[in-house]
């Protein structure tokens, strides 16, 4: 059984940092999957970063060069995943979910890629 549970959001002011983390409880995988996506009101949810098992990457545009994904699995229970983001912006604003075990590390533009998922945390930058 495979839960994720995310904690960091909060309220910022443009210009300011936010650390997000999730904990993947139960996966383990080696060459594990995950990635942060974002949904605002009225907008759908989109990917922001992905990260894979063997040090694979990915991020938006949007958020190049201000946000960094990382990951950690040496823990045999559980991966830990975190969005350092910093230079926030309003247009972050959003609430933020973590999710895991997409097939295949690239695999991971669509939230339907993604069989598991945590509850949000929200990011309110003013």
């Known amino acids: 059984h495979v839960q994720l549970v995310e904690s960091g959001g909060g309220s910022v002011q443009a210009g300011g940092s936010l650390r997000l983390s999730c904990v993947a409880y139960g996966y383990t995988a080696r060459n594990f999957c995950m990635a942060w996506f974002r949904q605002a009101p009225r907008k759908e949810r989109e990917v922001v970063a992905a990260i894979g098992g063997l040090g694979q990457k990915m991020y938006v545009d949007s958020i190049k060069g201000r946000f960094t994904i990382s990951a950690d699995n040496a823990d045999n229970a559980e991966t830990t995943m975190y969005l350092q983001m910093n230079s926030l912006k309003p247009e972050d604003s959003a609430m933020y979910y973590c999710?895991?075990?997409?097939?295949?590390?690239?695999?991971?533009?669509?939230?339907?890629?993604?069989?598991?998922w945590g509850q949000g945390t929200q990011v309110t930058v003013s």
């Open positions: 999710a895991a075990g997409c097939p295949v590390p690239g695999t991971w533009t669509f939230a339907s890629d993604f069989p598991y």
